[in-house]
């Protein structure tokens, strides 16, 4: 057992984590109970995104020794990725105390239930963090994990949480200077730039969602998803022949990318335009570049004169897409439940009409609070009624929704938007 034991920290160590699941099982198909094979189990399951399973090894761990600062931050960044936020403050909370008991004592503090409230409660504490008493490359990890859950995970989608995504961006960069390897902080602080890179969508914070991927292309250079989002920001800026020489490098490099030929056909100007078009005396309208119409045959499209009729209670799931975004680029697309067996859909385009456009995202955010939020790849974002179980069909690449006596199809506005909610929706 201790040459396995071994073995499983040199390969922990190195990051090779699908190896250290299977020395640590068979340690434990001798020993069971061995503590510490448990502990480095547990923490591998959550690294290869087997939260359930990590979860469950955790709780085992804590059950018999409360004490280790590293099995409650372990834990936190379990319920963080579940999306069980105030579960992930309480564990981050008492990781901070068996850490460092010299920091501020809040182990009999309440958390409230109230989001709002909570958010007033953690104030002070991350001020604290924020005034540089901790130095060393764990503490910086925690603080980052602090605000990314409570400012940036609880209310994703409220524009006040850029604060709390930079100060961990900040963090991040301190574990980085402090560790140039640890890669699980290189990841994550580029997905977090580019999180906030993807909510900078008005004119004048496209600079700084531009300077926000070039930060995260310093820490993965070699990211053409990086790349092709920094194109699409340069030519939005109006710098078009550089946008145009980043994609056509990451295009002759990854020439079947879908997604870079969707923006090397956009920057190129090789696709038809056309916004609007008349038949029949209908307005049909298409997805910017895409040529593909942005309504279903049975879609209404959302207007001044109608949008007061949509319930959001009703909502059972929606998108949303800034313009600039890759996909349904500035769209918006909505199934809204009328009666027990009926999914009525919705869809705006803004450059069908901007200001409905942005009436509708408002309405969003005011009732933010009744939905699951998924990313949807390439900027785009999914809303799911909250209790609302949708079938995944990865056949069709379609959900559907089960009511009362039928299952009703909900399509999402194109298939890249379907995969990406489905990996984030089963956390692969």
Request: a negative charge; one cysteine or more; aromatic letters at 12%.
């Amino acid at each position: 057992i201790e040459e396995l034991f071994s073995k499983l920290k040199t390969l922990y160590n190195a990051g090779k984590i699908q190896e250290c699941i299977i020395v640590a099982e068979e340690i434990l198909k001798t020993d069971s109970n061995h503590f510490f094979t448990l502990c480095y189990y547990g923490r591998s399951l959550y690294l290869a995104e087997r939260y359930v399973e990590s979860l469950k090894i955790l709780d085992r761990c804590l059950e018999e020794e409360k004490q280790y600062y590293f099995l409650w931050s372990f834990r936190g960044d379990v319920y963080y990725k579940m999306g069980e936020y105030i579960e992930a403050v309480k564990d981050y909370y008492e990781a901070e105390e068996h850490e460092q008991r010299k920091f501020w004592r809040i182990a009999n503090e309440k958390i409230p239930v109230a989001i709002g409230e909570q958010l007033n409660t953690l104030d002070n504490y991350l001020d604290y963090l924020n005034e540089d008493k901790i130095q060393d490359e764990i503490s910086y990890f925690r603080k980052s994990q602090y605000y990314l859950s409570t400012r940036a995970g609880i209310h994703l989608t409220y524009k006040e949480n850029d604060i709390g995504i930079k100060r961990a961006i900040e963090a991040l960069k301190k574990v980085i200077e402090i560790n140039p390897n640890n890669w699980f902080a290189i990841n994550q602080i580029v997905e977090t730039l580019e999180s906030l890179a993807s909510k900078q969508t008005t004119e004048g914070e496209k600079q700084e969602a531009l300077n926000n991927i070039d930060i995260a292309l310093v820490y993965n250079p070699d990211s053409y998803h990086l790349i092709a989002r920094k194109a699409i920001l340069l030519d939005a800026l109006g710098d078009n022949k550089q946008a145009m020489e980043l994609i056509n490098i990451a295009k002759q490099n990854d020439p079947d990318n879908p997604d870079l030929d969707f923006v090397y056909r956009k920057i190129n100007d090789l696709e038809d335009t056309q916004i609007k078009e008349q038949v029949n005396g209908e307005q049909k309208v298409y997805r910017g570049t895409l040529e593909k119409p942005i309504v279903f045959l049975e879609s209404i499209i959302i207007t001044a004169q109608n949008i007061d009729t949509i319930d959001f209670n009703k909502v059972i799931y929606c998108e949303i897409t800034p313009k600039g975004a890759m996909g349904n680029e500035g769209g918006i697309l909505m199934y809204v439940l009328t009666g027990e067996d009926t999914l009525n859909t919705y869809e705006i385009n803004i450059e069908i009409d901007e200001q409905t456009f942005n009436a509708v995202s408002e309405r969003i955010s005011q009732n933010v609070n009744l939905f699951i939020n998924y990313y949807g790849g390439m900027g785009n974002h999914v809303y799911v009624k909250k209790n609302t179980k949708l079938e995944i069909d990865e056949k069709y690449n379609c959900f559907w929704y089960h009511s009362q006596n039928a299952k009703l199809k909900i399509n999402s506005s194109v298939q890249g938007v379907f995969l990406s909610a489905v990996a984030d929706m089963t956390g692969k």
